[in-house]
């Protein structure tokens, strides 16, 4: 089906939905300020965006609550609203056409990726939970002979998902299927570079039968209609993925108002470290080349620090500067492009300016560190890899969020793992080993929320992720991610 479609045809003729939506439908902004929504791809205006303001903002709160209070939803019997989320993800599905187009548009990833990736995962990921909804029990504790306590959950209220642009919509799932599964309202803010998909969903979620209010979708900018989110008084819970520093001010913005909750998975500096025990050099190669290209880099656990064995490196650079091959920018709308490109031009001069500081800093280019496809009017960077990277240069310490791998040489076991603790963030780490011991010791002396042991970027819906230390707390995914949307309550029953 992917190959027998005409993208570039398709992409004269979709839909950009543009405008809030709030209480059930598409509404003029209350604000009359727009952005401009451009295609990475070729620099091209695709259209005007409804930048929501803080009265937009409050509408949806008031909706949302609105539809929360009256039960709804809330207090709709858990089978129906299981019924009616994997009705949702079914929808999902059914419109994957559109809405891999309108995430490639948005932010120029292969529409391969999105096609057969970000739809079929966002739809996956509302199903799980749904079917989590009436598998989740309280609990009886053990008091006294003449009571009965029960431990019970209930939904917080009205939760703000304010979601990323690297997989918008992958990230907003993450964020809807727990807080819609456990019976909260939702306020859906796309990044601003990426609200297609997030009005698309408000969209489908009316005609799976969520009712009108319990999902409102505000597109806008961070500092304005976020921080609206993040200050409003009637908001009892921020889910927050994007950079460690939006993700302070979220915490600030929970102080300064309400106290309201907090989760947050932000950004990451993962290490990939190849010990000399290695066995599979091909293996680690692929990984790691995988693991910092796709997505063009634009990934919060992106494998950005190579930390490898003197006794391997060489041999390993040259795997890997030979996968890399394979991650040649191309035409997003190809069905053959692995790699597309960045998401603005914004982007592409903040990770060239990373290439450029490592490179002052004594770092050594192995491969790329330049535009490419500049006359297409798109956004590209070609796969680049530093050798000679210390740790504490910017490049092996910011998060870069583009193809860029830094390789930083280490003498044995111990000096990796004290290198690749040796950062303020601790998302995710992979350690590649032909030693069963070793693998043990790394993965419990990495700081880090997830550890890969001779594989990268693995995932589960049945499985946590989030991270350590300034990568943020809280889990999206799994079960555990029920406890960011629920508040536990105690009943005591005297006898």
């Known amino acids: 089906m992917l190959q027998e479609i005409d993208w570039h045809a398709r992409a004269k003729a979709v839909a950009l939905p543009n405008r809030p939506f709030i209480e059930g439908a598409y509404v003029d902004s209350l604000s009359n300020e727009t952005f401009p929504c451009i295609y990475?791809?070729?620099?091209?205006?695709?259209?005007?965006?409804?930048?929501?303001?803080?009265?937009?903002?409050?509408?949806?709160?008031?909706?949302?609550?609105?539809?929360?209070?009256?039960?709804?939803?809330?207090?709709?019997?858990?089978?129906?609203?299981?019924?009616?989320?994997?009705r949702f993800s079914e929808l999902i599905l059914a419109n994957r056409e559109e809405l891999a187009l309108l995430e490639t548009l948005n932010v120029g990833k292969p529409i391969a990726n999105a096609y057969n990736g970000d739809v079929v995962s966002a739809a996956a990921c509302i199903a799980w939970y749904a079917e989590a909804i009436d598998k989740v029990y309280g609990e009886v504790a053990a008091t006294a002979h003449d009571m009965t306590t029960l431990v019970v959950r209930e939904p917080l209220g009205v939760v703000a998902a304010v979601v990323p642009w690297n997989y918008p919509m992958s990230m907003a799932a993450w964020k809807l299927g727990p807080a819609l599964a456990t019976g909260n309202s939702v306020i859906l803010k796309p990044a601003e570079q990426s609200p297609f998909t997030a009005l698309k969903f408000g969209?489908?979620?009316i005609e799976a039968g969520i009712p009108a209010g319990v999902l409102n979708v505000v597109p806008g900018l961070g500092h304005i209609a976020g921080k609206a989110l993040g200050m409003h008084m009637d908001v009892d819970c921020v889910g927050f993925t994007g950079s460690t520093e939006v993700g302070k001010y979220f915490m600030q913005y929970s102080g300064q108002s309400n106290i309201k909750r907090i989760g947050l998975e932000l950004g990451g500096k993962s290490p990939q470290v190849v010990l000399a025990d290695c066995d599979d050099l091909d293996a680690a190669a692929a990984g790691i080349a995988a693991g910092i290209f796709a997505n063009t880099g634009q990934v919060c656990n992106a494998g950005s620090r190579l930390i490898v064995d003197e006794r391997v490196r060489d041999e390993l650079l040259d795997k890997i500067a030979a996968q890399?091959?394979?991650?040649?920018p191309g035409d997003p709308l190809s069905t053959t492009t692995?790699?597309?490109?960045?998401?603005?031009?914004e982007q592409m001069d903040r990770v060239l300016g990373y290439i450029d500081a490592g490179r002052a800093d004594g770092a050594n280019t192995l491969i790329g560190g330049t535009r490419v496809k500049a006359d297409t009017g798109g956004f590209y960077i070609e796969p680049t890899i530093f050798e000679g990277v210390r740790n504490?240069?910017?490049?092996?310490?910011?998060?870069?969020?583009?193809?860029?791998?830094s390789a930083i040489t280490v003498k044995d076991f111990d000096e990796a793992m004290t290198v690749a603790n040796d950062t303020v963030y601790g998302l995710a780490g992979a350690v590649w080993t032909g030693s069963v011991?070793?693998?043990?010791?790394?993965?419990?002396?990495?700081?880090?929320?997830?550890?890969?042991?001779?594989?990268?970027?693995?995932?589960?819906?049945?499985?946590?992720?989030?991270?350590?230390?300034?990568?943020?707390?809280?889990?999206?995914?799994?079960?555990h991610a029920i406890d960011k949307y629920t508040d536990l309550k105690a009943v005591w029953f005297a006898h």
Do not use: Y
Not at 56 to 74: E, I, N, Q, Y
Not at 324 to 328: E, G, M, R, S
Not at 446 to 454: D, E, K, S, T
């Open 203 to 205: 969209e489908l979620a």
């Open 392 to 405: 504490d240069m910017k490049i092996a310490q910011e998060e870069i969020f583009g193809p860029v791998l």
């Open 338 to 345: 692995r790699m597309g490109s960045m998401v603005s031009e």
């Open 324 to 328: 890399a091959k394979a991650f040649a």
């Open 40 to 86: 990475p791809g070729d620099g091209r205006l695709l259209t005007q965006v409804a930048s929501c303001s803080d009265a937009d903002v409050d509408a949806a709160v008031r909706s949302a609550r609105k539809a929360f209070d009256s039960g709804v939803w809330s207090r709709m019997a858990p089978a129906d609203r299981r019924r009616i989320l994997l």
């Open 437 to 479: 011991k070793n693998a043990h010791r790394a993965a419990k002396a990495m700081r880090a929320g997830v550890v890969w042991v001779n594989c990268f970027d693995r995932g589960s819906l049945a499985v946590p992720f989030g991270g350590f230390k300034q990568s943020g707390f809280g889990r999206d995914k799994s079960l």
